[in-house]
């Protein structure tokens, strides 16, 4: 299926967009998602629509860009990267340091292990299926990462019916445990495209 524009929406290759909306698109293609297949579409489309979410959400720009860029190392919930690790210098230097560690933190995350801990008092400790390592992060850390979560999710079950008839119950058990992690926009979006 085809990416298609939303009404009213700006094409992200347009030379309207904001210019460092463009310097990232322009770089994000030339990683390859446009061509690279994603659930509704193209990885590239997915990007951007978890991006608009994030920021209609009202988060800080280096959330709203690590989402755009959460998939670049991979995820545990997709086959392949747009990158890998060795890149993460370069990613920095294009999309800057918090932005980058948060789209590492993202694509690290052992989602097996790790989401059941959040809601629980071993919330703030990781599991990397990078390094295969547990650690520490930081309250705000975790915050971004559910946040960016929830947006990922949600822009996945608004672009495709079966996505979100098959994990429904599970994706509202997970955002219930986030409770106060996510912001309350993020927390409206997710109750209207989940009931």
């Not at 700006?10 to 990683?31: G, K, T, V, W």
């Not at 995820?75 to 060795?86: E, H, P």
């Not at 705000?140 to 079950?157: G, I, S, Y």
Request: net charge negative; glycine share 10%.
């Amino acid at each position: 299926m085809a990416p298609h524009a939303e009404p009213g929406e700006i094409d992200r290759r347009s030379a309207r967009l904001p210019a460092a909306d463009e310097r990232l698109a322009l770089h994000l293609q030339r990683l390859g998602a446009a061509r690279f297949a994603h659930v509704n579409g193209t990885l590239e489309h997915h990007l951007h629509a978890t991006m608009r979410l994030l920021r209609r959400w009202g988060n800080r720009e280096p959330v709203c860009v690590a989402g755009l860029y959460h998939a670049v190392y991979g995820t545990g919930g997709i086959a392949g990267q747009l990158a890998g690790l060795d890149a993460r210098t370069a990613i920095a230097e294009v999309i800057g340091k918090e932005a980058e560690a948060l789209a590492y933190l993202y694509g690290a995350c052992d989602r097996e292990r790790f989401h059941p801990r959040i809601g629980t008092a071993a919330q703030s400790t990781f599991v990397d299926r990078f390094t295969n390592c547990e650690y520490m992060i930081s309250d705000a850390e975790l915050r971004a990462f559910c946040e960016m979560t929830v947006a990922n999710e949600l822009e996945l079950a608004e672009a495709g019916a079966g996505f979100r008839d098959r994990h429904r119950a599970e994706l509202r058990h997970l955002f219930a445990r986030m409770g106060e992690l996510i912001s309350d926009a993020a927390r409206g979006s997710a109750a209207v495209m989940l009931g």
